[in-house]
């Protein structure tokens, strides 16, 4: 089945050029389904980019879904089109009295910011808050999974000692979750980020499961125990080139960045970096949205109950 998308939206030529299955809006009318609600936080400066890297990783399933693009009416967006996100993009005040299936809320770069330093960081926790009576399962990427732990329940972020930048080798430690399953013993996943949460904060938490972690890049998935709540602490959406043109990006500003680790074949970055983690990445969202969402969500939305503190 298809993932159901604007008609106009930019990511939908890309996706049909890779036999990615989309269905616009008006092919979508004519079908007597009812798709899985859901909507996208997206808190990413290249908007477009992040919109299909992400579009990519949940039409690969047999559920239609529908996507809406959510932004903060609190932050002045720079890097994009004002009439992209007139198009495509809605706020919270037009959504806030809706009810879905599903919720993803992306990372940022702020992570060098307090929580409470961010300019959008009240309207964020009013999502926050909304989605606990209002969303039946939320997705939160990097710095959002850092952010949704720090708000519900009080986990803070920690400073590294370096940029965390490369693909790491996994381990799952809940091998029968429905989240993991079909994966491999270990798996590889990208990481790009200046701050983490600690292991042991987390298991201090009743209501929370670590369930994958990295030697090298700490704690990987994080679960609320009703499953309505998922924090992934790196990046399984990014394209094969994304690391790189982060770390152009911070080279030409001056920074003083290491290279992406585990990524360039022989630490050279003139040569293009081999995928290690698409397969399991492209299972890790298809499992969240079949076990998670599909298949334990309500029928009718309205009887969505709110998640207990």
């Known amino acids: 089945m298809p993932i159901k998308i604007p008609d106009q939206l930019p990511a ?29 936080l997206n808190l990413m400066p290249t908007k477009i980019v992040t919109e299909t890297q992400l579009l990519r990783k949940l039409s690969n399933t047999p559920l239609q879904i529908e996507v809406e693009f959510l932004r903060t009416k609190t932050h002045d967006s720079k890097n994009v089109d004002p009439e992209h996100l007139a198009s495509f993009y809605t706020t ?52 959002g999974a850092q952010a949704g732990l720090y708000y519900h329940y009080g986990i803070p972020k920690v400073p590294l000692p370096k940029k965390l930048s490369g693909v790491y080798k996994h381990k799952v430690l809940k091998p029968l979750s429905p989240f993991f399953r079909g994966f491999d013993d270990v798996f590889y996943m990208p990481h790009s980020r200046y701050t983490g949460v600690r292991v042991e904060d987390i298991r201090r938490v009743p209501s929370l499961e670590v369930l994958a972690v990295s030697d090298e890049a700490g704690v990987f998935a994080v679960k609320s125990s009703d499953n309505r709540r998922f924090f992934i602490m790196g990046h399984p959406e990014y394209d094969a080139d994304t690391l790189a043109l982060e770390y152009k990006r911070d080279l030409d500003k001056g920074l003083d960045i290491d290279m992406p680790e585990n990524y360039f074949p022989n630490n050279d970055p003139t040569k293009p970096p081999v995928v290690t983690w698409r397969a399991h990445a492209q299972l890790m969202y298809s499992n969240w949205l079949n076990y998670y969402v599909y298949q334990t969500t309500p029928y009718d939305l309205n009887e969505i109950v709110e998640i207990k503190k």
């Open 92 to 143: 919270f005040d037009k959504i806030k009295n809706r009810r879905f299936d599903g919720l993803i809320i992306t990372g940022a770069p702020v992570e060098n910011l307090e929580f409470e330093e961010v300019d959008y960081w009240a309207e964020l926790c009013q999502i926050m808050d909304w989605s606990s009576r209002n969303v039946f399962c939320t997705l939160h990427i990097c710095w």
């Open 12 to 40: 939908k030529d890309i996706l049909e050029s890779e036999n990615i299955f989309v269905m616009t809006e008006y092919r979508a009318i004519h079908q007597d389904i009812r798709p899985l609600q859901l909507i996208i």
